[in-house]
């Protein structure tokens, strides 16, 4: 079965790179204490460039309840995202596409038996 699934993340991402964009996934490690110094390292950006389709909300989804504790507001984004080859996106990473920069409210993760495919996120500027 993992190789069905493996076959369909290469589907998924061949999909949404031809219809989506090209966007940057980042996070932020925060730097580590140095005894020497008595300070920290500096926090290191690490970005990772993925496929993806951005999509509004539909009129009818707006204000209703996504998932426990967020709300879809106006001007949120559906961002799917190609998971094959990428580290899971957590609520500390950003979204950089189409010049803006969107905070991760809630991440979905489409995963049938063990691969993920798409990583659903909602974005919010």
Sequence with gaps: MS?????????ALELISEFGQTITLRDTVPGEYDPV???????????????????DYALQQAGMSYAEGTVIKQGDKKILVAAQGLTSPTLTTTVIADGATWTIVNVKEINPAGTPLVYELQGRR
């Design 3 to 11: 190789a069905f699934y493996e076959e369909m993340a290469g589907v």
């Design 37 to 55: 110094t008595g300070g920290s390292t500096p926090d290191v950006e690490v970005n990772q460039p993925a496929q993806a389709i951005l999509q």
